[in-house]
């Protein structure tokens, strides 16, 4: 995994955590 991708992953949880 690159670091683009690990920031990609942690954005993407991020925007969930912030949904629900």
């Known amino acids: 995994i690159t670091n ?3 920031v990609e992953m942690a ?3 991020a ?6």
């Open 4 to 6: 683009h991708e690990a």
């Open 11 to 13: 954005r993407k949880l």
């Open 15 to 20: 925007l969930k955590e912030g949904l629900l």
